[in-house]
């Protein structure tokens, strides 16, 4: 895996000051990331279930909004 400089320090930097290896810091990071996607995606699965249709046809109703605007 390839970083671009200032990944490379902003890397170095979080992971020093928490106390791991850039290594470390990656694989945690990575799989936090990748276990909440699967968390959030198994949640509108479920909720769409629940309503009859699929977590697509849910988000595309509108059914659902981040509120970030």
């Known amino acids: 895996m390839t970083f671009t400089p200032a990944e490379r320090e902003a890397i170095a930097a ?4 928490l106390g791991l ?5 990656i694989r945690q990071t990575a799989a936090d990331r990748a276990l909440s996607w699967q968390r959030e995606r ?15 046809e849910l988000v595309r109703r509108g059914s659902l909004t981040d509120n970030s605007l």
């Open 14 to 17: 979080h992971s020093a000051a």
């Open 42 to 56: 198994e949640t509108f699965h479920t909720m769409a279930q629940r309503r009859g249709c699929t977590a697509e």
């Open 21 to 25: 290896s850039a290594d470390e810091y």
